[in-house]
C-alpha cells in the first residue's frame, strides 16, 4: 500500500464530538490528500496538501480543517462531527501532484457518527 | 464543474471475454487520465496512465484509450478472469480539481 497508513481503521463517535484522523507515509512524498467515499457519490476531494503547511480546500471541505506540520503526516479534524460526515475516507499521496502522476491509497477509516 | 461519468451499472461478464468499460467527461480535456481499481474494504490502486498525446496505452491485459474529440476513454480488460472481479474509476485531474468517476462494477463469472 505504498508505504500509508491510515488511523484509527474504525471509529464510532457521537454527533457534536471533535475527531481527529490520521494519514502516515513513509514515502517523502509532496502531496497529500483526504477524500471521502459515499454511495452515490464517489470519491471526492475534502482537503490537500503541497508541502508543510501548505493546503488547500478540495470540493466538500465544509466541515473539515487539515494540518500537515510534518512532510508524512496529514490530519483531518472534524471541529464538531455530525451524521453527514458518516464516511469512509481515504488518504492518497501523490510524488508529483495528481495531475501528472498517480495516487496512492490508503485503506480508509471508517466513521460512524451517532 | 467538472464531471465523469461512467456506467453506473454493474458489467457482467464470462470469463475470457473482453469487458470494456467507458469513461465520459465535460469541459477541457486533461492532459492525463488515470484508471483505477477498488476492491471491497480497500483503497483504490492506480492501473494506467494516459496523456493527450497518447492514443492507446497498453499494460498486461489491460487497455486503455483515450479520445479528447469524443471527451471519452475507454477501459479494456481482454481475456477477462474472475479475479479482475472489482469496481474501476475513472479519475481526471486539471490543477486542483481532481475529479473521480463514480465506478463501474465488473463481474466475471467462471
Known amino acids: 500500500d505504498a508505504g500509508i497508513t491510515q488511523s484509527p481503521r474504525h471509529k464510532v463517535t457521537e454527533t457534536g464530538t471533535p475527531v481527529t484522523l490520521r494519514c502516515h507515509q513513509t514515502?517523502?512524498?509532496?502531496?497529500m490528500y483526504w477524500y471521502r467515499q459515499d454511495p452515490g457519490h464517489g470519491l471526492r476531494l475534502i482537503h490537500y496538501?503541497?508541502?508543510?503547511?501548505?493546503?488547500d480546500k478540495g470540493e466538500v471541505s465544509d466541515g473539515y480543517s487539515v494540518s500537515r506540520s510534518k512532510t508524512e503526516d496529514f490530519l483531518l479534524t472534524l471541529e464538531s462531527a455530525t451524521s453527514s460526515q458518516t464516511s469512509v475516507y481515504f488518504c492518497?499521496?501523490?510524488?508529483?501532484?495528481?495531475?501528472?502522476?498517480?495516487?496512492?491509497f490508503g485503506n480508509g477509516t471508517r466513521l460512524t457518527v451517532t | 464543474s467538472q464531471k465523469i461519468e461512467q456506467n453506473s451499472e454493474a458489467l457482467n461478464i464470462q470469463e475470457g471475454k473482453t469487458a470494456t468499460l467507458t469513461c465520459n467527461y465535460t469541459?477541457?480535456?486533461?492532459?492525463?487520465l488515470q484508471w483505477y481499481r477498488q476492491d471491497p474494504g480497500r483503497g483504490p490502486v492506480f492501473l494506467l496512465l494516459?496523456?493527450?498525446?497518447?492514443k492507446e496505452k497498453r499494460k498486461e491485459r489491460l487497455k486503455v484509450t483515450f479520445d479528447t474529440t469524443l471527451k471519452q476513454s475507454l477501459f479494456h480488460i481482454t481475456a477477462s478472469q474472475p479475479a479482475d472481479s472489482a469496481t474501476y474509476l475513472c479519475f481526471k485531474a486539471a490543477g486542483n480539481k481532481l475529479t473521480f468517476g463514480g465506478g463501474t462494477r465488473v463481474l466475471v463469472k467462471p
Open positions: 469541459n477541457y480535456s486533461p492532459a492525463y
Open positions: 492518497a499521496i501523490s510524488e508529483a501532484g495528481a495531475d501528472n502522476s498517480p495516487l496512492h
Open positions: 514515502e517523502n512524498h509532496r502531496y
Open positions: 496538501s503541497y508541502g508543510v503547511k501548505d493546503t
Open positions: 494516459i496523456r493527450e498525446n497518447e
